[in-house]
């Protein structure tokens, strides 16, 4: 077994290599994978400091002035608010919507369950685009004009596959006779809920809401067609955008990647915690 | 597992199974009545008509941005799963310990702004931009390349960007159930090589794959984001800014443009079956 | 550059390109209301016999002044010391289309709105079709019109039927940017010269039906581009795809376009502003502006109007009385980048900005090309003549092709 640990490893380019030039090819193929990942990012919180208006190099020196410029946009205050709502709608119903129908699929026998989770993904699995123009299309039907609403119901499909992807994953492994414990012992099913499944699950429920906010804040096309003429960060972006250059924007966008971060980096390190 | 009487089990799953068929499964009925119907105007006048379909299949123009936007999708999934899969294989099985670090770095790099990240490669591969200031100052080449910019090339890059990360969960995630002992005990019998990988690691990582290049696949079709910001003249229209332009006022045809999201979902559809069925003959030989 | 001088530019410079469509439903970012012809729309939402809130309280100066049209029009730095005198406060709001004021104004705006301001093919599109939105004005009330350019007295967008609707407060032209570094004799004669090779991987055009379609109508010598046969709207479709070859990207605004050239990704854009050249020189690049010499190009002017049921009518007046004054008008036409409406204001500019319009036109008796020529098409097709739909269709298929 020490032997077959320390034999150079196969990779896709066919028969072993010498140890070290694989070994090498692996890292350098790493390395070269996260710099193409990253390199937009890097580039977008970079331009947020130079003093260069152009966005290009040489770099002639470092300003916060983007920041104050971004801030002081009108617009942005509404565009942050409306996002944070947007997000904070989006985690509670989306959770509060698919915990119960996560419990449910528990439940059920396998035979009913695959295809029913399965069902539950296909809204990832169509384009954003149809989505939000069957919205759009939806909503002019029933006479709701575009805003916030309309757009929170976009986020809300958007999210729930995923928070029900989430919960499920943890379900799937949990122990239900704890609760016929419960139950037998004369709990009723708020009390059981609250005193022993929900401490149990609370890190996935937490996981699965902030990816939810996440999935919210960073979401643009089916809140563009349904959104109207009210604004959310991305959609604030986006008319941005479309002006010209303008290093504000990238301060915005920065600022918008690290709470991103933050939320994702939060999202998984409790969905792995288990009380 | 306990399984108890179906019953409660169905009080559970209503709420969001209410949620679904209200606001997924009656717009995309709404939508699809709606291709059947006319445009007169600026209003949509009820009908049961096929001439939508007729018409978008049948006009040139429309067909020839279907299967560019096809094309493009195509080569741009093809691109991203076999990193993707290389990616995971190496994060599985060769980085082990630092695997939780670099799938943490590549789910940052996926939250970190859609639009802000399309934009970003503007400033990357521009006519003076990073890309080709680099390769000047390093003496590669004597003229900046143009076409790396506002062109079909520049759409593929950025869209490669975007889904490479989202094509590596899936593959992973299917890698991670997969027993290094399996695949030590797969070399020890001789298995070297792409062989296996073809006959020993792919077909049980193959829903994973088969996930990947959905994913891939259906959002490089229809994202029309990107070809706005980067396509340019030549590569600017792909289907998802076609179906678009039929929703705005000034050259409304929601009918048509209803029908063509369905055009495309089934083309969708076809294309997926047609790779995995492909992707699982290749891992039985 | 001042910084508020540069954020005027830059609203203008960023006003969506569809500011100079006629139809383009609310705001253009929402896909999908669907804007009927002016005078259908919620028709039936006013209220009947409703009069004006505080009809007797606005004959008086002073109090709030709605404002509805493009951002810097409002001319906050130029009128900061008036209203604060007339204890007048401006409260603006912006659009981005010239349609979205007469989208607000049937959709519950009307009695709300007070001063306005948008571009003279709109304007002159309602005056045509009729359509109930400007109040007729009281010209004694605005004594400094009279330093108005003879075009802009009689102008089919200003005048109807003996009554005013409209004063203009500034007017520029659409020519051609570039780069002299890489194009030392600036845009060849016509338009339809740009299918030349050598224009390869250099032109920037604005994501626009109406401004190519017409220059290039133009450049196939049609006398009026606006009016024109499906057949001819076919052979301009024909001369642009000539010419598409060599287009490398369309700006969504002509603050995108100038952002193209100023990353060397472009060196021609076709229908741009000399405005553009203010903020290219503050980001390093100094380009030119020059329209083709047998084409020509087209004029644009924005006017100020007063809605029907204006809540504060005085204040109405003596704002649009203030800025047709000699220094305001200046100062508005100066900061802007555009060309100032009255003779008085033309004295008051420093030359370089008296040369950047061709003020011949606008003093000729009978108007002038401002006075004759209308970019729009109709809006209904009038007999073999095609209409904005036909155009934005035209511009889809070229795109596509």
Request: charged residues 15%; proline residues 6%; glycine residues 8%.
């Amino acid at each position: 077994m020490i032997g077959q640990r320390a034999a150079p490893a196969t990779d896709r380019a066919g028969e072993a290599g010498s140890g070290i030039l694989s070994r090498w090819a692996a890292r350098i193929f790493v390395a070269i994978v996260l710099l193409y990942l990253f390199a937009p990012v890097v580039v977008t919180v970079l331009f947020s400091f130079t003093t260069s208006p152009r966005l290009s190099l040489p770099i002639e020196g470092l300003t916060l002035d983007w920041y104050g410029q971004a801030f002081s946009n009108p617009l942005f205050m509404t565009a942050l608010t409306n996002s944070l709502w947007l997000a904070l709608v989006t985690a509670v119903v989306s959770v509060g919507l698919g915990l119960p129908f996560s419990f449910g699929l528990a439940r059920l026998k396998d035979r009913a369950r695959g295809p029913l989770l399965t069902a539950s993904l296909v809204p990832a699995a169509v384009p954003a685009l149809v989505l939000g123009l069957a919205l759009a299309v939806f909503f002019t039907t029933i006479h709701v004009r575009p805003g916030l609403l309309p757009a929170a119901i976009g986020h809300i499909l958007v999210a729930l596959p995923f928070v029900i992807l989430t919960l499920n994953a943890r379900l799937e492994t949990f122990d239900f006779t704890v609760l016929e414990a419960a139950r037998d012992l004369g709990a009723s099913p708020i009390r059981t809920f609250r005193d022993i499944t929900f401490p149990i699950i609370r890190p996935s429920v937490l996981g699965a809401a902030l990816l939810a906010m996440a999935l919210s804040i960073d979401e643009f096309v089916v809140t563009w067609f349904t959104i109207g003429n009210q604004q959310s960060l991305p959609v604030l972006i986006w008319g941005l955008l479309r002006r010209g250059i303008d290093p504000a924007v990238n301060a915005l966008a920065t600022v918008v990647l690290f709470s991103l971060v933050v939320l994702v980096i939060l999202a998984s390190l409790l969905s792995r915690r288990r009380s | 597992m306990t399984v108890r009487p179906p019953a409660g089990a169905w009080r559970q799953l209503a709420p969001a199974t209410a949620f679904y068929l209200v606001f997924f499964g009656i717009p995309l009925l709404i939508l699809l009545v709606l291709s059947f119907w006319r445009q007169e105007g600026f209003t949509q006048v009820p009908d049961a008509t096929l001439g939508n379909y007729a018409g978008g299949l049948t006009n040139k123009l429309y067909v020839t941005v279907l299967l560019r936007t096809i094309l493009v999708a195509l080569v741009t999934a093809l691109i991203v799963v076999p990193i993707a899969y290389v990616m995971a294989y190496l994060m599985r099985f060769r980085f082990e310990r630092r695997a939780n670090l670099l799938l943490g770095l590549v789910l940052i790099s996926l939250f970190s702004g859609y639009l802000v990240r399309i934009y970003a490669w503007r400033t990357i591969l521009g006519t003076e931009g990073l890309l080709n200031t680099a390769l000047l100052q390093l003496g590669l080449i004597a003229e900046p390349i143009t076409a790396l910019i506002f062109s079909p090339w520049a759409v593929m890059i950025t869209l490669v960007g975007l889904l490479l990360p989202l094509a590596l969960l899936p593959i992973s995630s299917s890698m991670s159930n997969v027993s290094r002992d399996h695949v030590e005990a797969a070399r020890d019998l001789g298995s070297n090589g792409l062989r296996l990988h073809r006959t020993v690691l792919l077909p049980m990582v193959l829903p994973g794959v088969g996930t990947a290049f959905a994913i891939a696949f259906v959002l490089a079709a229809g994202d029309f984001v990107v070809p706005t910001m980067l396509g340019g003249a030549s590569g600017g229209t792909m289907i998802g800014n076609l179906i678009t332009n039929f929703f705005r006022s000034s050259s409304a045809d929601w009918p048509l443009g209803a029908a063509l999201s369905f055009v495309v979902l089934a083309l969708l559809v076809i294309v997926y079956l047609v790779t995995t069925r492909l992707l699982r003959w290749v891992s039985r030989r | 550059m001042d910084p508020r001088v540069r954020s005027l530019l830059m609203a203008r410079l960023n006003a969506d390109v569809s500011r100079r469509r006629f139809i383009q439903g609310a705001a253009g970012m929402a896909a999908v209301t669907v804007l009927g012809t002016g005078a259908v729309s919620a028709a039936g939402r006013k209220p009947a016999g409703r009069t004006p809130r505080g009809a007797q309280a606005g004959d008086e100066i002073g109090g709030p002044l709605n404002f509805l049209g493009y951002e810097g029009e409002e001319a906050p730095n130029v009128s900061k010391a008036f209203l604060e005198q007339n204890g007048i406060v401006m409260q603006p709001k912006y659009i981005g289309a010239a349609d979205d004021a007469l989208t607000q104004f049937q959709t519950g705006g009307r009695g709300q709105m007070d001063l306005m301001a948008s571009n003279k093919d709109f304007q002159r599109g309602v005056l045509d079709a009729g359509i109930e939105f400007m109040a007729p004005l009281d010209m004694a009330r605005i004594p400094n019109a009279a330093g108005l350019w003879p075009a802009f007295k009689v102008a089919p967008w200003v005048v109807r039927d003996g009554v005013q609707y409209t004063v203009p407060l500034i007017w520029g032209d659409e020519p051609c940017i570039y780069d002299p570094a890489k194009w030392p004799d600036g845009p060849p004669a016509r338009y339809t010269d740009f299918a030349d090779p050598k224009w390869a991987g250099s032109l920037v055009w604005l994501d626009d039906p109406y401004t190519n379609i017409w220059l290039y109508g133009r450049s196939l010598g049609y006398a009026d581009p606006s009016r024109i046969t499906q057949a001819q709207l076919d052979a301009v479709v024909e001369a642009m795809l000539a010419s598409k070859p060599n287009i490398v990207a369309y700006g969504a605004s002509l603050g995108d376009m100038v952002d193209i050239m100023v990353r060397g990704d472009a060196s021609m854009g076709i229908g741009g502003w000399a405005g553009q050249l203010a903020i290219a020189r503050e980001k390093g690049k100094e380009f030119a502006v020059a329209s083709p010499a047998v084409d020509g190009t087209f004029y644009w002017s924005d006017a100020y109007a007063m809605a029907l049921d204006a809540p504060n009518p005085a204040n109405v007046y003596a704002f649009i009385d203030f800025m047709m004054g000699a220094e305001p008008n200046a100062q508005i036409a100066a900061e802007l980048g555009s060309g100032c409406t009255t003779a008085p204001a033309w004295d008051l500019l420093d030359p370089d900005v008296q040369e950047l319009f061709p003020y011949d036109t606008v003093r000729a008796e009978d108007g002038g090309v401002l006075y004759s020529q209308q970019v729009l098409p109709p809006q209904q097709p009038d007999g073999d003549i095609v209409n904005t739909g036909a155009w934005t269709d035209a511009w889809q298929v070229f795109k596509l092709s």
